[in-house]
């Protein structure tokens, strides 16, 4: 799968790219749609519904409308509803649509299908303006409280949020990319965020748990310490056009993170800051003594050592995450980094090479039947099993967790032997039609805690203890059975 940069990058040329923006080589695209309304800094009531409208353009056969929030397509007309619109657009409440959004900036994308080609974008940023409740909602999961938990897994949380100089109660816009937002309020979604990310992930290492209600936790997260901090991210290993990575070396060694790791057991760091003009942070990084296997771009071993992540004795995960005015209800990007960090442990320990690419993903247990790799699910007479991050098994399109499509699956049942599963036709409704639900999903069907299963005579190893510990889970065997 894509690593961070490109992953991250590539989402604002989702719009451009992303399967309908193609041009024909060597035409110059028409000028784009003339907005009739909304106009451009215009604010819209969060809780309301979203009315846009551009002027006919003549020979137009439709209009591609997309969505933005903090660099992600949040919705897109052909990609989430598979069709082209006309000039008018309306996202009602209570819809599939609205459900993406949290108050905030608002990037509108809109291009005209005009002679088999797309015309330029035009674009407009709107506010959408909530009461505080709504940037401050509670994410309540439906978890049971008493079930028997494994292992704790201590968390170190972080964040960070510079103030603006002419109104220290309210974030740096130019900094963080937020406007009017007070830190004391970004400061509780956060909170909110770590809650309800720290209960889904714990609940994901369930086995089967959507089934078996009685399925222990094997990985309970927690917040061992949280450290805040009122000054902009420092720059770290410069990318294109004057962004910088955090500089990740700076802010562990500051704190001295192997005191952390070693002396007090934490496994993973979670750092919650901003991905704006010149920041763009990492989704994970990890530091171990057989290297950064993470969904990080560059990987450390190609960056100078003064950005680096500490070396440690024990091995960790460093999570950049960036903090939402949603809180709770906003989890879905965070959940999905880790995803991406499950890819990347879980092949790594499948000891056919790394990283992942066309050719080393076949014949793997992981990506190759699991899980599905790239373009790979449209292979003649394919038939899915999990999917992956970004595309349900459902459906080879990316972000489409909500699609009501249905495809054979057999995934609650996963078996290296395919005689021992049972595939069936379904669809969203299997994980609950949300990017959250999927995931949880995905992870729940990961072979976990005792999962009794056995393939040519070899039991299948717990693959949650590799994101336990990755130097103990690789030094007890680099294969995904037990010795």
Known sequence: MPHSTIHRLHQTLLVICFFTFLFTPGVQAATGPVFDYPVNGQSLDYNGAYLFRVLPMENATGYLWGFFQNDILVWENLRDQEQLSTHEYEISTGSPAHANFVPGDLEVWVR??????????TVITIHLVGTPEDDLRVYLPLIRK?????????????AYYPPDPANPLFLDPVETGWSGRLISNMQQATQDMVSAGQELISDATRYHGYKDLNAP?????????????????????????????????????????????????????????????????????MSSKYGDISNAWPHDEAIPAQYRLPRCTNSYVMYNFTYQPGGAYAIGNTIHNRMHQLENVIFYAENRGYPPNNSNVIGSLFWDDFSVYGSRASLPGYRASCGNTHSPPNTTMEYM?????????????????????????????????????????????APGYNNGIVFNGKQMRNWWEAMFDFNQFIDSGRSLYLP
């Open 146 to 158: 008493d079930l028997p938990i494994i292992n704790r897994v201590p968390v170190l949380v972080m």
């Open 112 to 121: 005209a299908f005009i002679d088999e080609q797309y015309t330029d974008a």
């Open 401 to 445: 967790y909500t699609s009501t499509a249905f495809a054979d699956n057999n995934c609650e049942s996963w078996n290296p032997n395919d005689s021992q599963t049972v595939y069936v036709n379904a669809n969203c409704t299997q994980w609950g039609c949300s990017d959250t639900g999927f995931y949880k999903w995905f992870m729940q069907n």
């Open 217 to 285: 936790i094997y990985l309970d997260y927690y917040t061992y310490n949280k450290i805040e901090y009122f000054v902009p991210m420092p720059r770290g290993y410069p990318l294109a056009n004057n962004q910088y990575r955090p500089n990740y070396n700076q802010i562990l060694s500051d704190i001295n993170i192997c005191n952390y790791v070693d002396g007090y057991g934490v496994k993973e760091v979670w750092i919650y800051g901003y991905h704006a003009s010149v920041i763009v942070p990492d989704e994970s990084k």
